[in-house]
């Protein structure tokens, strides 16, 4: 065996060690999100009839395959990828839009999706505390409804707050807080720019007091400028209500203006979950490397941009082994035969052979 052999081995048996000790903080406070092999499959199957007459087998569409990871109270997770990687079907499970089909999510200790199928008095009070922000304001408003039935009508499902007035005075006040007049609430939803929708769907959603927001690309659909308006909102609510973020979001600069935590998607699958800062400064997963190397920087102005190489496989007929070995510099035998397991490296998280191995 070589000595460089040797070398890779001790760092993958060092790497595994670690994960497998008792974390600094055990007995510690438990993280307030914490989601565990969180998987989804959609069947996109043709009619029975049809497959039966042509002769094919079922089609499962895997969105979101063992995705783990936690978020500490007052703390932003943002999870980042391509367009179709499974970052919003991640966002819909966690609220309880979509069932998942296995793994866990806890929130504040209790089995989060246990209480959504229960129903009832839990699942409504687990409702309240778990509020999300949807990506098009454009989409996520009633255009028949003036501002103060949009905002009232979670306080008023819930029973949060009760009587006319008092339901005035709780809409204008939380208008007040994402920067619009008490005034607006007598307005329509066409009267006000896509920045201004966006403030009335964060109303909505901290109507009822909520711990965890998950954020499903908030800012995507608004100019720069109005971005900049809506996420330092987003940021001084945190601070002011210690609220807890979930952040979709494709856009790399948003999501260092925001996060703590980064999770790389890919396919389906988180390949890296790391903080912030140590992601952007020293990425170990190739995909993350061609992520951030497609940013454009303003002291290069002059230099050509590296796109991201490739394209997004079918996720109906992914690759074996890692499904980014496609596109992978990296990539060897193993890449396309084993499909690599997520190891921890001190607080950085990687699913990649290449690294595993100390060949990158």
Wanted: charged letters at 20%; one cysteine or more.
């Amino acid at each position: 065996m070589s000595a460089a052999t040797m070398d890779a081995s001790a760092r993958v048996s060092s790497a595994r060690h670690a994960d497998s000790l008792p974390s600094a903080g055990q007995g510690a406070p438990q993280p307030l999100v914490r989601a565990e092999g969180l998987a989804k499959t959609f069947d996109v199957s043709p009619p029975l009839l049809n497959r039966l007459l042509e002769r094919k087998p079922r089609q499962l569409l895997h969105a979101v395959d063992d995705a783990t990871f936690s978020i500490e109270k007052g703390q932003t997770l943002a999870l980042v990828g391509e367009s179709g990687c499974g970052k919003s079907t991640v966002a819909r499970v966690l609220v309880g839009l979509y069932e998942p089909t296995r793994g866990s999510f806890h929130f504040d200790g209790q089995d989060a999706h246990a209480a959504f199928r229960a129903g009832g008095a839990r699942a409504r009070k687990l409702r309240e505390r778990i509020q999300m922000i949807f990506q098009d304001p454009y989409a996520s408003l009633n255009p028949r409804w003036r501002v103060s039935e949009i905002v009232a009508e979670p306080m008023r499902e819930h029973g949060t707050v009760s009587g006319k007035a008092a339901l005035e005075q709780r809409v204008g006040e939380l208008l007040l807080s994402v920067g619009l007049a008490p005034a607006d609430m007598t307005k329509y939803p066409h009267q006000f720019s896509g920045g201004q929708r966006q403030r009335i769907s964060i109303a909505r959603a901290l109507a009822t007091q909520p711990e965890f927001l998950v954020c499903d690309e908030p800012t995507s659909a608004l100019d720069v400028s109005v971005q900049a308006q809506v996420l330092n909102i987003m940021k001084n609510l945190q601070r002011e209500q210690g609220l807890t973020y979930l952040f979709i979001s494709h856009n790399l600069a948003v999501v260092h203006h925001v996060s703590d935590q980064v999770g790389v998607m890919y396919l389906g699958r988180i390949v890296e979950l790391a903080p912030k800062h140590a992601l952007f400064s020293t990425p170990r997963h190739p995909y993350t490397r061609m992520l951030l190397d497609a940013i454009p920087k303003m002291r290069d102005t002059g230099q050509a941009r590296t796109p991201v190489q490739g394209e997004v496989p079918n996720p109906l007929n992914p690759p074996s082994g890692c499904t980014f070995h496609p596109r992978c510099p990296h990539a060897n035998a193993r890449c396309a035969a084993e499909r690599p397991q997520m190891l921890r490296y001190g607080d950085v998280q990687v699913a990649c052979h290449a690294v595993e191995e100390g060949r990158i």
